[in-house]
C-alpha cells in the first residue's frame, strides 16, 4: 500500500536535494533538528506517511527556496513564481536560525532594545 503522502514526500525529497541539505542517513537527523520536531515526524514527512502542518510547509517552502504551491500541491513551477521574490525564500545560515532563535526568546522589551542597539 502507497504512503498517503509519497507525493508531497517526493517533493520534499527533491527540494533538499536541491540546497544539497544533508544528504544520506543524516538527513532525518538534520531535518528534525532543524524543525525541532522528533525524528520520527520527519522520517513521516519524507516517506509521505505524513504532511507537516501548513505553517510548517510555508517555512519549508521559504527555507528551500521553493514554491508554496508546488511543495504543498505539486502544481505550477517548482521555483518561487512572479511576486515571490526570491530574497523572502533564502534559507537561512545556522547562525542565522540560532541568532533569531535566540531573539524569539527574547521578551519583547528587550527585543525592542536589541532593534534599537542594532539600528
Known amino acids: 500500500m502507497a504512503a498517503p503522502y ?5 517533493r520534499l525529497r527533491k527540494a533538499l536535494d536541491r540546497t544539497d541539505f544533508v544528504p544520506g542517513r ?4 538534520a531535518l528534525a533538528a532543524r524543525y525541532a520536531v522528533s ?3 520527519a522520517r513521516k514527512w519524507l ?11 510555508i517555512e ?9 504551491e508546488w511543495l504543498a500541491t505539486g502544481r ?25 532563535d535566540a531573539f ?7 527585543r525592542q532594545l ?3 542597539f542594532l539600528a
Do not use: C, M, Q, W
Not at 76 to 100: C, F, K, M, Q
Open 26 to 29: 543524516g538527513r532525518t537527523s
Open 39 to 41: 525524528r520520527e515526524t
Open 76 to 100: 505550477g513551477p517548482i521555483a518561487p513564481g512572479v511576486g515571490e521574490t526570491s530574497a523572502l525564500y533564502r534559507r537561512l545560515s545556522d547562525n542565522e536560525n540560532h541568532l533569531l
Open 114 to 116: 536589541l532593534v534599537k
Open 6 to 10: 509519497e507525493h508531497f514526500a517526493s
Open 60 to 68: 519549508l517552502a521559504k527555507d528551500f527556496d521553493v514554491s508554496l
Open 47 to 57: 516517506t509521505g506517511l505524513a504532511l507537516p502542518e501548513l505553517p510548517r510547509i
Open 104 to 110: 524569539r526568546k527574547l521578551p519583547e522589551s528587550k
